[in-house]
């Protein structure tokens, strides 16, 4: 969303969805986003519930090195999706404070988003299970073998797998001091799994909006529920831009 006038998306009284969307973003003064694994799969992501399913009949289950090992193979085999470089747009623009998600893929900081709250971890918050060193960054994993530590020897895990599945405190901090300011919420793929943390926090007056093609909890706090997928949603934003006097992009910048 580089160089746009945000108010180029005004519209009248009957609007449609993307329409109310524009309007709801070009009014807001503080704006976060939630997602889950939605936002990935429109980039032809993988889940964790996914891969279980292929290894299973291998030798071992979440948490074992053939579990990892494919996972971060799957990781490195698929790229962010239009809707990750649309936020990333949105924050570079001014208009996005910061990304909640579950997702621990990295994919909205490989996209180029600054302020990301991974609640779950993720591949950039790594340690070695045999004495603890820690390795922040997702780029240990871009290896053919999985990483070894460079004083020990053992083997280097990254958040949810030597944590058991805990959340990652200082993501859960940064969620509830964003989601505390913010006057517009977009819910994006996520059923919400692990709001608890953080939901609460949330300002009472907050815009809400859902992007998600099937039915989730969010559906009866939502002020307006777009049933899209995200991708589809975030360009139909881009060509009502365009169509208003913008420069379309062919980077995948808004």
Same mark, same amino acid.
């Given at each position: 969303?580089?160089?746009?006038r945000?108010g180029?998306?005004?519209?009248?009284?009957?609007?449609d969805?993307?329409?109310?969307l524009?309007?709801?973003i070009?009014?807001?003064?503080?704006?976060?986003?939630?997602?889950?694994?939605?936002?990935s799969?429109?980039?032809? =992501?993988?889940?964790?519930?996914?891969?279980?399913?292929?290894?299973?009949?291998?030798?071992?289950g979440? =948490?074992?090195?053939?579990?990892? $090992?494919?996972?971060?193979k799957?990781?490195?085999n698929?790229?962010?999706?239009?809707?990750?470089?649309a936020?990333?747009?949105?924050?570079?623009?001014?208009?996005?404070?910061?990304?909640?998600?579950?997702?621990?893929d990295?994919?909205?900081?490989?996209a180029?988003?600054?302020?990301?709250?991974?609640i779950?971890?993720?591949?950039?918050?790594?340690?070695?299970?045999?004495? #603890?060193r820690?390795?922040? #960054?997702y780029?240990?994993?871009?290896?053919?073998?999985?990483?070894?530590?460079?004083?020990?020897?053992?083997?280097?895990?990254?958040?949810?797998?030597?944590?058991?599945?805990?959340?990652?405190?200082?993501?859960?901090?940064?969620?509830?001091?964003?989601?505390s300011?913010?006057?517009?919420?977009?819910?994006?793929?996520?059923? #919400?799994?692990?709001?608890?943390?953080?939901?609460?926090?949330?300002?009472?007056?907050?815009v809400?909006v859902?992007?998600?093609?099937?039915?989730?909890?969010?559906?009866?706090?939502?002020?307006?529920?777009?049933?899209?997928?995200?991708?589809?949603?975030?360009?139909?934003l881009?060509? $009502?831009w365009? =169509?208003?006097?913008?420069? =379309?992009s062919?980077?995948?910048?808004?």
């Open positions: 969303m580089k160089g746009i945000m180029f998306l005004r519209g009248g009284r009957n609007v969805k993307i329409q109310k524009a309007d709801y070009d009014q807001s003064r503080s704006m976060v986003a939630i997602t889950g694994a939605g936002i799969l429109a980039g032809g =992501g993988i889940t964790y519930s996914q891969l279980s399913r292929t290894v299973r009949s291998g030798s071992g979440f =948490g074992s090195d053939e579990f990892l $090992r494919s996972y971060v799957a990781m490195h698929y790229k962010p999706s239009f809707s990750h470089y936020l990333r747009d949105l924050e570079a623009a001014g208009k996005l404070t910061g990304i909640i998600t579950t997702n621990e990295c994919m909205h900081t490989m180029g988003s600054k302020n990301v709250a991974e779950q971890g993720g591949f950039q918050i790594n340690r070695c299970s045999k004495c #603890g820690h390795y922040d #960054g780029e240990i994993w871009n290896q053919e073998e999985l990483p070894k530590c460079e004083s020990c020897g053992g083997s280097i895990l990254p958040w949810e797998f030597y944590s058991h599945i805990s959340l990652w405190d200082e993501g859960v901090q940064k969620a509830r001091e964003w989601i300011e913010a006057d517009l919420i977009l819910v994006i793929g996520t059923n #919400g799994y692990y709001g608890s943390a953080y939901w609460d926090y949330r300002r009472r007056d907050a809400i859902q992007i998600n093609p099937g039915h989730t909890g969010f559906d009866r706090v939502a002020a307006l529920n777009i049933r899209e997928a995200c991708d589809d949603v975030f360009k139909k881009i060509e $009502r365009s =169509g208003n006097g913008g420069t =379309g062919s980077e995948r910048t808004i």
